[in-house]
């Protein structure tokens, strides 16, 4: 595994990191392209894309400290490695928020925008998730057949595990582009980010029976991730009929908020 990508002086560009900022590029452009080929104004997208990256990153932190509160405090020297200590559903959630607080500050609407923007997230975490694979991080649980990490990594070293980064990664680009066809033949705004919400929470509720890091924390006999999917399924669901019955085709008003 390529822990290291390369090394600029005393700098090292680790592959995870990497990999994010490939994703979250990757998924600027996607998305710019996207909505002024849908006819949107894009030029609040780049404020827009920095308030959901850091309400994303913050939220994605502070769920992690929360699940590994009583570890933290025993060991504060937990918080500095930078390559773990991210929860995917804390910076969805956290990235909903800063959305939406930004679409009402500058009175834009956020259903269209959530459309718009929703099936970049998953492009974005399909290249993360290929981080976590090379990183070691969210290692899956031991099988005979499985990938066997090297030594460094955040995964147990000589072990055949399940490749579920690999999984996740290929499951989220599949994500983005069946987002990216609903989009195109959707009817009413909030159609495609209802169906992330609901794809996505089936989707990792099942991968994490495969997982092998326990330490992400449990609710009961689930873990925290499988306890979160449950309302994300729900509000999927929830935003599917309410906007489905409030709303008609959108306008193209709406289309260019």
Known sequence: MHFE????GPLTVYTYGFLIAVGILAAFFVADRRGKTMGMDTSRLEAMTLTVCIAGFACSKLLYILTRLPDIIADPGILMNLEDGWVVYGGIIGGLLGGLWYCRRHQMNFMAWFDLLIPEVALAQGFGRLGCFFAGCCYGVEVPWGIVFPERGLAPAGI???PSQLISSAFDFGM?????????RKKFNGEVGAWYLIL???GRFI???????LIRGAVGTLSTSQFISIFT????????????????KPDSAEHKS
């Open 5 to 8: 990508l390369f090394h600029l």
């Open 160 to 162: 055949p595990l399940f």
């Open 176 to 184: 983005f582009f069946f987002l990216c066809w609903i989009a195109k």
């Open 200 to 202: 996505y929470s089936v």
């Open 207 to 213: 991968i994490e029976f495969f997982r092998g890091d």
């Open 233 to 248: 399924l729900a509000a999927g669901i929830i935003i599917l009929v309410v906007m489905k019955k409030r709303t008609g």
